[in-house]
């Protein structure tokens, strides 16, 4: 067993009194030899146990060593009958003069153990298609087959395949209708394959019985478009949704009746099931032959939300299938957990979820959810004994992993990019059958239908508000639900769309394989979110053989992680006897550095065709787009990557060429070191390891830098998969199934003429050679311009924030908004806009309380300043809504802006100014500035 050097963990920990801490095992067959890593002279450490025999610091250095649970001895001098040592795991540690002791160097080890056989669950409805056959699901995972049956755990392919879904959240009815195919090859092409779409109550009924289906609220249209990109959806039926709409999605007019007639809302009764029949009806007839069995995009159907009662939940499935909704599954959140009596054959399969932060709060302090990026920090829905399986025997799938993070009024959460694809891996290590990500793109509310010549009045939003008849909420925007999401309110690509887009690509790659391991965590881990030193780290490996995916989790929303020096892994696996030391110690590779604030996946065997495997790199995948060539990304775990490669079958290794060193050759085993990664300019994308085989094949092992693994899309033409690698000028490439020759490029920069695309394979290529080819952007000279400049200054003092009957502060009224700064200007094109050709993003660079941007005395979009200044800052696509707002060659716009009291900030409005979030005060202790507004021409 190799023996991890440098490894410590340091908790905040106390001694002696405190409760004994849960058992921990090492998981390994024997003590490695004992070494001191971190010193804890001066400090002392709760939650250990006395060791009466031990008088020295040797001593209780000894014990220490000796137990196979001790982590942490710790020592304090005594001439009385005080115990000196103590030993054991601690709880947390705080200075206290004259204590010394220390952290023990220990393995970082875990077992994969075997899986029972899969067994089937009862939540199967109509999941027959005679284009795509049955759509089935076990305890472990979704599955394809042929035949209406189970298989073997390990889903070989041959009547079966795993499947791993990986889908987003849209609201069609916050994009306008012109913009839905576009923005759905984004999501595409940003390694979706499954949207998820709530279809508000409200939208579509605002008035009593009468139903609107029409522009943005068309939900067939939208349906056939995702159909068309090649997206399958799970329809959020509602008749309560949340999702920040007004009343969850219920109706005003439901409200209203509530009260007059004295039934509950969301019960299952009489009166208020007969009003949700009406709606089911109306809506299934409109989704009428577009589910699975009729070759249509829609697999799943969610009923209700967040509700424990699962016999209402009941009731409305039995009243969907009623009125026509036939899905391969109907599904249900699977928090909070069902009340008691629940029903183990319950018909329909639970998601579940979790965010980076919590914005509903009214905290005047961060609140991220840092259990979260603990690997199974939010364990108990799951079962004890597997965390793929929930603890009802169900999949562990997903629907509202937080793509993004929502801005209320009161607590205004700032996100990093970063934050979100960290987050999502340590999902997926921690036992995920399916990503489902809320929100994946963003969203632009859509106006009242009823209180057309008052909607723009924040009691009359669509959106949740402080003024809903449902009661004091979240104090959202009017018009903007951007959510930081990965594609913004005006479809702006972010960083992030590009960062979960490799994990994506990998996991479809392998997707049968990936869905056949399972999660194991390790029993010695972090204490808890506030320990920073341990090596946070999960398994996913396979049942019969000794293959998996190691994940490292060294980041943390709003904490700085410090980097791991010097770390080695142990994997048993049960199913072969084999343990797996990562790095190799038989190839000499260093032993591992992991980053500060740094996340990343590495392969364990991971077989990448039936020629060879990827034994090991200190190097993550990307992608395999074909069968003898693996694109892998740098990590920085260590200075340079290195691979080990083992050739399987009757393959023979010829030759190696590699721009690395050579640590290790044989016939069938290639260990390359100090490889120099590909930054896709001075290498020009030449292979970092390239092995001739004897029977004259090729492989082809190429290392990428992460500015490069961030630009390369996956298309798929005539059943051939095609890479596309791109410069940091294009935002994302639409293929959508067409000749990779005859792409689509979106990119923000309006002077880009030519840009060279790199792709593979090229037309009968070897492994090893990567095609380039300069290419014409060709677009509209489209340059806008902004003038007839006219500010007004506030009229009035700003204003004194009231609380909500929520008691949370109440966002402005339509009289509050009287007392704004004005900025009246207009917004010329020179030459019209063809559609989609471009689009005129307006940067609005603002310092205050909140901002709104209206046309024409209607509102477009409003914002609550939270201190982003590029990235998730005020944007408007005025293109985007130029069927709505009437945009072609030139329009006039108004700019409110509310000042902000610093005061505020100290009372009512949480701004993180740890972070630097702050907008700038004047002596008065008021913040009010409009810096500027830049135009952006996108294309």
């Known amino acids: 067993v190799a023996v991890v050097v440098g490894i410590v963990v340091v908790v905040a920990v106390h001694s002696q009194s405190q409760p004994t801490p849960k058992a921990h095992s090492y998981d390994m067959k024997k003590r490695p030899s004992c070494v001191d890593g971190t010193t804890l002279d001066g400090i002392e450490c709760w939650g250990l146990h006395s060791v009466l ?99 073997s755990s390990t889903g070989n392919g041959s009547t079966q395949q795993r499947i791993y879904p990986i889908g987003g959240e849209i609201h069609f009815a916050r994009v306008p209708k012109s913009e839905w195919r576009r923005e759905l090859q984004k999501m595409k092409a940003g390694g979706l394959d499954t949207i998820s ?44 949704d949340h999702g920040e709409c007004r009343n969850g999605g219920h109706p005003d007019w439901l409200l209203e009746a509530s009260k007059q007639k004295g039934f509950k809302l ?131 799938l997903t629907v509202e992993i937080g793509g993004g993070m929502a801005a209320a009024y009161n607590h205004r959460v700032h996100m990093y990019s970063d934050d979100l694809p960290s987050l999502h891996m340590v999902f997926s290590g921690s036992g995920t059958s399916e990503l489902g990500y809320y929100m994946y793109h963003g969203g632009n509310n859509p106006h009242s239908l009823v209180h057309q010549y008052s909607h723009d009045d924040p009691k009359w939003t669509l959106q949740e508000s402080s003024f809903q008849p449902a009661g004091a909420q979240n104090p959202m925007p009017s018009m903007s639900y951007d959510f930081f999401a990965p594609i913004g309110e005006f479809g702006q690509i972010r960083d992030h769309y590009h960062s979960m ?6 996991v479809k790659d392998f997707e049968d394989l990936y869905s056949s391991t399972f999660s194991y965590i390790p029993n010695l881990g972090p204490v808890s979110p506030s320990d920073v030193r341990s090596v946070r780290w999960a398994v996913r490996g396979t049942n019969t053989s000794s293959t998996g995916v190691l994940f490292v989790n060294n980041y943390q929303r709003l904490t700085n992680m410090p980097a791991k020096q010097n770390v080695s892994f142990n994997v048993y696996f049960e199913a072969t006897g084999d343990t797996v030391t990562l790095p190799p110690s038989s190839a000499q590779h260093d032993l591992l550095t992991i980053p500060a604030n740094s996340f990343f996946h590495l392969p364990i065997n991971w077989p990448l065709s039936p020629k060879w495997t990827l034994s090991f790199s200190n190097a993550q995948i990307i992608t395999s787009p074909r069968n003898d060539v693996v694109f892998l990304m740098e990590t920085g775990v260590n200075a340079y990557s290195s691979v080990d490669i083992a050739i399987t079958g009757a393959e023979k290794v010829k030759k190696v060429i590699t721009r690395g060193t050579v640590l290790r050759q044989t016939d069938s085993n290639i260990a390359v070191s100090d490889i120099l990664t590909d930054d896709g300019q001075a290498l020009a994308f030449k292979p970092a390891v390239k092995v001739d085989l004897e029977s004259g094949n090729t492989l082809a092992v190429f290392v990428v830098s992460e500015r490069v693994a961030n630009r390369i899309f996956s298309c798929e033409y005539k059943g051939i998969k095609t890479l596309v690698m791109t410069s940091e000028e294009i935002d994302t490439v639409l293929c959508d199934g067409i000749d990779p020759s005859n792409l689509t490029l979106l990119t923000h920069n309006a002077t880009l003429s030519t840009t060279t695309l790199r792709y593979f394979p090229c037309s009968g290529s070897s492994a090893s050679i990567i095609c380039s080819k300069d290419v014409t952007v060709e677009g509209v000279d489209a340059t806008a311009t902004i003038s007839n400049k006219n500010y007004a200054p506030p009229p009035i003092p700003p204003r004194d924030i009231p609380n909500a009957p929520s008691g949370k502060a109440q966002e402005p009224t339509l009289e509050d908004w009287a007392g704004a700064a004005v900025l009246n200007f207009t917004v010329t094109n020179k030459t019209g806009l063809p559609p989609q050709s471009a689009h005129v993003l307006l940067d609005i660079n603002y ?93």
């Open 53 to 151: 025999a031990a008088a020295t610091p040797t001593e209780c250095r000894q014990s220490c060593c000796e137990s196979s649970t001790c982590v942490v001895w710790n020592f304090l001098p005594t001439n009385s009958s005080t115990p000196a040592c103590w030993i054991g795991v601690p709880q947390y540690c705080k200075p206290i003069s004259g204590w010394t002791g220390a952290y023990l160097q220990l393995p970082l080890n875990a077992t994969v153990g075997t899986v029972p056989t899969p067994t089937s669950i009862p939540a199967q409805y109509h999941n027959y298609s005679p284009s795509s056959g049955y759509l089935m699901a076990d305890n472990y995972s979704l599955f394809t087959t042929t035949a209406p049956q189970w298989g």
């Open 197 to 240: 779409v709530y279809s508000f109550w409200i939208h579509h009924e605002e008035d009593q019985g009468s139903f609107v289906f029409s522009g943005r609220r068309d939900i067939r249209a939208f349906l056939l478009a995702a159909k068309s990109v090649g997206l399958t959806v799970l329809l959020r039926i509602g008749p309560w």
């Open 266 to 396: 969301r019960n299952n009764n009489t009166q208020y099931m007969g009003y949700v029949k009406l709606f089911y009806a109306a809506l299934a007839q409109e989704v009428k032959g577009l589910f699975y069995e009729d070759g249509g995009p829609i697999i799943f159907v969610q009923l209700d939300n967040e509700t424990p009662d699962w016999r209402y939940i009941l009731a409305l499935r039995e009243l969907a299938v009623d009125v026509g909704f036939s899905p391969a599954f109907f599904v249900k959140t699977g928090w909070p957990l069902p009340s008691s009596g629940f029903p183990s054959n319950f018909p329909a399969l639970p998601l579940y979820g979790g965010y980076p932060d919590i914005f509903w709060t009214n905290v005047m302090k961060p609140v991220p959810e840092t259990q979260q990026y603990v690997f199974g920090g939010s364990p108990s829905f799951l079962s004890s004994s597997m965390s793929n399986t929930d603890k009802f025997g169900n999949p562990y």
């Open 501 to 506: 887009r490799r994990f994506h690509l990998f």
């Open 847 to 939: 310092e205050g309380d909140s901002a709104r941007l209206m046309h024409n005395g209607s509102l477009i979009t409003d914002n609550w300043y939270t201190g982003y200044k590029v990235n998730g800052n005020m944007q408007v696509d005025l293109t985007y809504l130029r069927e709505e707002i009437g945009f072609e060659t030139s329009i006039d716009l108004q700019l409110l802006v509310l000042p902000l009291k610093k005061t505020t900030l100290e009372t009512k409005v949480f701004i993180n100014n740890a972070t630097g979030n702050w907008p700038s005060f004047n002596s008065d202790g008021v913040a009010l500035a409009i810096n500027a507004i830049d135009v952006i021409i996108t294309r």
